[in-house]
């Protein structure tokens, strides 16, 4: 039980190797852990291995040199707190003559060691005007300074939210400008949990892939369905997922979609490495066949001789063209066989991933790309079983709404039925809350993209059982039985 503790306990430390995210401000980042590496962080270098063993949501001090130092809890009130403050600021006057302390005075303090409290502490001393000011402009005026002076971090333990906000203040558009808001509805739209086998579709960096994997939490199987050449996971990787989360996780190309359900995927690549293996045994043959010729002429010399004129013969013809020749011919096989062990693992993971899809009972369908979805989808919604959701994101509306009209026309001829389509916008506000100051801000995200969603149904069977039902007789009118008297 004790162990068990310390496990759970573990979880909230910061270890080497650990993916963690910055964060100092609104502003986000994520890195990994690691000793003696400098990071850039804000335009400051920063070494993070102070870091480890400590717990995260820890604030963090950067000292000279770029080293962090875990900040001390403030336990007495500052002396600017304690400042009396004014009744109004229409005596104040912004003329830029209130501020004693000049940008060299400031440099000269930071050069003395002084600490970014201290130094706001030194600019409020000498302000002729602080007093004066409410204390909602005080608070203001602090704030803007400790965001000036104060070199503070804090190490986040990375998650959907946080990682979704990070991309969409540093990088939109890697993530097709996906706000988390609206990932977070995706994965309630589409029922993700552990145990389920869900099909995801996205150019966002894998951030819609990783949200999916850390919802069902390392039970069930995701088939990531990817365009090109291989699947791009730079974000699933910030995640710091455990190795059995990745077992979970097969990847399908999106161009053989087509070929499996037709019945003609061949994922045995034997014709492929027969044909590189041919090519790699030309040059080998002829070397033989060359080698062959010279123990010839050199056996006529010989008079058929023994070991000695063999080991005379090797001898003559270990030239060093012939030195250079095999080596390249030792190399060519050794990357062969590298290529091979490639293709089988390759072979070997498009094998597993197309048994997951080959019984078309997957339990949701989670799409957000740079490309058109209506194919994508018309496509991908075969393998869903019925009943089950499916989810799509697009930054504009217009492709959505071809997904729908087709969705409504097509959907009973060719791809099952879907029920409950719902086309649905994001839209999000945030609320400053301090005492005597609650207002929204003025700043906000002006749109947060678009989803379409529904449900399958097999109307297949729906229909079978309605013909049925229709083919049968009535049922017979029962007779009203009436009581003897007597």
Known sequence: MAESIEDDDSAYIIKEGDYVVLKRGDIFKAVQIQPRKKVMFEKQWLFLEKAIGQLYSTAFEVVSGGHLEPQKAKTTESSAD???????????????????????????????GLKGQ??????????????????????????????????TIMILRPSCRILAMMYHGRE?????????????????????????????FETCSGLVLGAVMERMGGYGSVVQMYPGDGPVQAGLESFGFPPHFHDTLHTFPI??????????????????????????????????????????TGGEGGGGGGESSLEEVKMETSTPAQVEQSEREKLKAIRLQEKQEKMEVKRKKLAEAAAQLQG???????????????????????????????????QYKEPLIECYTKLKEHGSKEHGGVVN?????????????????????????????????????????????????????????????TGSEG
């Open 421 to 481: 389509l719902r086309l649905t916008d994001s839209w999000l506000r945030h609320y400053q809350v301090l005492p005597n100051r609650t207002h929204p801000v003025l700043q906000m995200s002006g749109g947060g993209g678009y989803l379409l969603s529904g449900t399958t149904v097999d109307m297949h069977n729906a229909k079978a059982a309605s013909s049925q039902q229709a083919d049968k007789p009535p049922p017979a009118k029962k007779l009203k039985l």
């Open 172 to 200: 939109p558009g890697k993530i097709c400008h996906l706000r988390y808001d609206t990932l977070a509805q995706m994965l309630t739209l589409g029922n993700i949990h552990a145990g389920s086998k869900v099909l995801v």
């Open 82 to 112: 304690a400042k009396e403050a004014g009744v109004d600021n229409r005596n104040i006057v912004d003329d830029g003559k209130s501020q004693k302390l000049t940008r060299d005075d400031i440099e000269t303090l930071k050069e003395q």
């Open 255 to 296: 161009c053989h979609v087509n070929a499996l359900l037709a019945g003609t995927l061949d994922t045995d690549p034997a014709k492929e490495l027969a044909a590189d293996s041919s090519d790699a045994s030309v040059p080998s043959k002829a070397g033989e066949e060359a080698g062959r010729t010279d123990t010839d």
């Open 360 to 394: 078309k009972n997957a339990d949701g369908l989670i799409i957000a790309s740079r490309f058109h979805p209506a194919p994508v989808l018309l496509g991908l919604i075969k393998f869903l079983a019925p009943s089950r959701p499916f989810v799509v994101y697009s």
């Open 118 to 151: 201290e130094i706001i502490q030194q600019l409020i001393e000498n302000s002729s005007t602080f007093s004066d000011k409410t204390e909602f402009s005080q608070q203001k005026y602090i704030k803007k300074k400790k965001k000036k002076y104060e070199s």
